[in-house]
C-alpha cells in the first residue's frame, strides 16, 4: 500500500511485541541528511517507546544509502542485535543515478537478510523529489524510520519465537 494512503506512524499498538530484552543496530546515511536525521529519530523514539534501552540501541553512520549494506553487515558483526535497521533517503535526480543506488541497496539489503541469521530492514526512503521525502520522514505521511522500527521489532520476535 502506498505511504499516500496509509500513516507510515500509525500502529496498533497491541501488535507491536515488547522491546526490553531485544537489541538493535540501526545504520543510517548522510546523505540527504535533514531527511535521515528525521528517519533516525523516528525510529529511536519509537524503539524506546516500546521498552528497548538505550544501551540496546547501537547507531552507526555511513556516507550514503549505497553504504549501507556493508555498514548494515559490520554492525551486525560487532554488536549482535536481534535485527539492524537500515535508513537512508534516495531522490530521483536528472541521471539514471538514482535507478541504480536504488537498485544496489535492495540487493543488498536483500542479500543480508538471506546471509544472515537475523532480518535487516529496509527503511530507505525512495522518492521522486524532496517533498515526498519530507512527507514521509515525519510530515503529513507519517515516519518511515517509526514503520522501520516497528517492522524490526516484529520481525526480531518472529525470529525469537520460531527459534524457541
Known sequence: MSSSLKNL??????SIPDGSKMKFGIVV?????????????GALSRLK?????????????????????????IVAEQFSPHAVICLGCVIRGETSHFDYIC????????ELNLDYDIPFIFGVLTTENQQQALDRSGGK?????????????KMAAFRNILLQ
Do not use: C, M
Not at 506512524?9 to 497491541?14: I, V
Not at 534501552?53 to 555511513?62: D, G, P, Q, S, W
Open 49 to 73: 517507546k516500546e521498552g528497548v534501552r538505550e544501551e540496546n540501541i547501537h547507531v552507526k553512520t555511513v556516507p550514503g544509502s549505497f553504504e549501507l549494506p556493508y555498514g548494515s553487515r
Open 141 to 153: 505521511h507519517g515516519n518511515k524510520g517509526d514503520e522501520a522500527a516497528v517492522t524490526a521489532l
Open 29 to 41: 546515511s548522510e546523505w540527504n541528511e535533514e531527511i535521515t536525521a528525521a528517519l533516525l529519530n
Open 9 to 14: 506512524s500509525d500502529h496498533d499498538p497491541a
Open 103 to 110: 537498485q544496489g541497496v535492495t540487493k543488498g539489503i536483500t
